[in-house]
């Protein structure tokens, strides 16, 4: 207990992180999986990278979140720190000296490829005009691989559809793997050229503040070798990516909303370069309001007119209900204003078997 607080003291960088929440740092929840830990990473290594953030601070955060990854997309270092507050449960710097903070930098040209569009190394080295990064193209010591962006689209429902649960389609244009090449951009039995800056190894020096990180080749996208304008598929231009328009249907569970997203995973953008997972596909809901009902959350909201001498004298008036007509009993001395509740009568409750309540305001 207290000696180990103690003992924690003495190294200023455990100290430090101590404070920090890694889970809070990288934006995730504490029973987060790798691959949600790993978008988030990915999203926010490209906000503070400091090659594209010039703010004073943009460093700092960009250390923090790769400490955080470092130690949250390993397992066993996620599990101490999840018991003692830290990696090293002994006190120490947690990962073997000062370089230990960027086991995730190895693929760092999917970082600075999806925040400048692929200019990063190639192009301007003049030797790899067309080529993309093709399939096995993975991150190395910090497990790291691009993913691809979300899309969103918007799906119109009727309000009783939006009521009852239904099925609809949506238009959406994802960023897709060239079927012809299979992503790589270049034709099918091209000869390949061994890549002049990494001479066939697949990796390359990249040095930041001071620090030597191995990665993936940015000349050639880590494959070693580079293929001649006139060897690139022509149904891509060489980028090995293409968008291509399709319908998906999407399942609108029964009792959802305007405003509510609806998330078919797997199915946004691939990544521009490398074999990581494609994005989400998020479809946001309009429901069209009902010319019969108001509703409010999964209350219904009926104004029904009732007859004069049913108001005074009592009786039964016959109701709409989102799942039908049906006979409601009035009480003598009825007056107009009053409200009557129907309990179950309304809407299910989004994921549950419980319903709202219909109100009848008469009048």
Known sequence: GTGFIRARQFHTT???LAAEDFYS??????DASQSEIKKAYYQLAKKYHPDAN??????????????????LSDESKRRSYDQFGTADPTGGMG???????FGGFENMEDILSQMFGGAFGGGMGGGAQGRRAGPGRTGGMGGFTSVGEDIEAVATVS?????????TKVVITPIVRCEPCSGVGAK???????????????????????????????????EGWTISPKDQCTSC???GRVRERKMVDVDVPAGCDSGMRIRMAGMGDVPIEGDGPAGDLFVRLRVTPSPVFKRKGADVYYAASIPFTTAILGG??????????VEVKIKSGTQPGDELRLRGKGIRKLNSSVRGDQYLGLR
């Open 188 to 222: 099918k039995g091209a000869k390949r050229h061994t890549c002049s800056v990494c001479h066939g190894t697949g990796q390359a020096t990249f040095t930041m503040g001071g620090f030597h990180v191995q990665q993936s080749c940015p000349q050639c996208g880590g």
């Open 237 to 239: 231009g060489g980028k």
């Open 14 to 16: 455990a100290a430090r």
């Open 316 to 325: 039964s008036v016959r109701v709409p209900t989102v799942d039908g007509d």
């Open 95 to 101: 990962g073997g000296g000062p370089g230990a903070g």
């Open 159 to 167: 309000f009783m559809d939006a009521v009852n649960g239904t099925t």
């Open 25 to 30: 740092v990288l934006g995730v929840k504490r």
């Open 54 to 71: 010039k703010a004073p601070d943009a460093k700092d955060k960009f250390l923090k979140i790769q400490e955080a990854y470092d130690t």
